[in-house]
Structure formats: structure tokens, C-alpha cells
């Protein structure tokens, strides 16, 4: 299943320019259009979904393997790259602009300037909130 508007499909399809690292039928890894570092990376699912709850389980722990995968060749490619972050926004409010689910692997280097603007760990929750939040969480798995 594609969707004939999605950037990402067309190249799944071969009707637009793409340089692919992998491919199989299930998931696609291709070098970012726009990268933030050279060596960014974007792996995709092979069937148009425009987000992660459309992602099945195993089409997400193929995407999850093979996001390792470029990790590892990304640190043994000679590009600079001391670390790696695996990201992925799901909706508007986390900063997805294609509406194709996609997980970027994005080498890194101390002092590239990339980042969370506010850092993780801004604040503590108590433990009872936590429990609490957990159980609410739990209760809808």
C-alpha cells in the first residue's frame, strides 16, 4: 500500500531519486535529502504509514534492526561520528513534516551543536506520581 502524494512512497515506487543504503520488502534505508550531519540516514517502512501506530510491531522491530545496523556502519565508515542518536517524531507536535513514519539515524560528534533545546532531565517527578502515571500508562497496553 502507497500513498501517491508521500515523497517517501514515490521513492519506495522508484518515481523519485533516492541514494539507498538498503533495501528488502519490508524496510528501505536511504541518505537524507537535507541532512542535519553528513551521514544522516533515514530508514522507512516499505508500506506507506503516516505514523507510528500505524507501524506494526514486526515492521517496527525491522526498522528498529536495521537503524542498528547503519549505526554500526556509520562508526566504521571513517565519517566523523563518536556517537549516534536514533530518532523519530511522530505528529506535527514533534517535529514529523513527512507523513511517512521514518526513523533517522544521525551520526554524532561532541560539540555538534545538535541537541534538545531544553536537555532531558528537566525536572523530578515523586515516586508516586510516577507509579501513578506507570499505572495509567500500563493500563491502557
Known amino acids: 500500500m502507497t500513498d501517491g502524494s508521500c515523497i517517501f512512497c514515490k521513492i ?3 518515481e523519485a ?16 535529502i537535507s541532512p542535519v550531519v553528513e551521514g544522516h ?21 525491522r526498522m ?9 556502519a556509520l562508526r566504521a565508515s571513517g565519517l566523523p561520528c563518536e556517537g549516534i542518536n536514533l530518532f523519530l517524531a511522530d505528529g506535527v507536535a514533534a517535529g514529523q ?28 517527578m515523586s515516586r508516586l506520581e510516577l507509579d501513578e502515571l506507570a499505572a495509567r500508562l500500563a493500563g491502557r497496553l
Not at 18 to 29: E, N, W
Not at 46 to 57: I, K, N
Request: aromatic fraction near 6%; avoid cysteine; glycine fraction near 12%.
Open 41 to 61: 540516514v533515514l530508514v522507512i517502512p516499505t508500506h506507506h504509514t503516516a505514523d507510528l501506530a500505524g507501524v506494526t510491531d514486526d515492521v517496527g522491530a
Open 97 to 124: 513534516t513527512v507523513f511517512h513514519s521514518h526513523l533517522h539515524v544521525i551520526p554524532r560528534v561532541r560539540g555538534d551543536g545538535l541537541g534538545f533545546r531544553h536537555g532531558l532531565g528537566r525536572g523530578r
Open 17 to 32: 531519486a533516492a541514494s539507498i543504503v538498503y533495501r528488502d520488502d519490508h524496510v528501505l534505508a536511504f541518505m537524507d
Open 12 to 14: 519506495i515506487a522508484g
Open 64 to 72: 528498529f534492526a536495521l537503524g542498528r545496523r547503519v549505526a554500526a
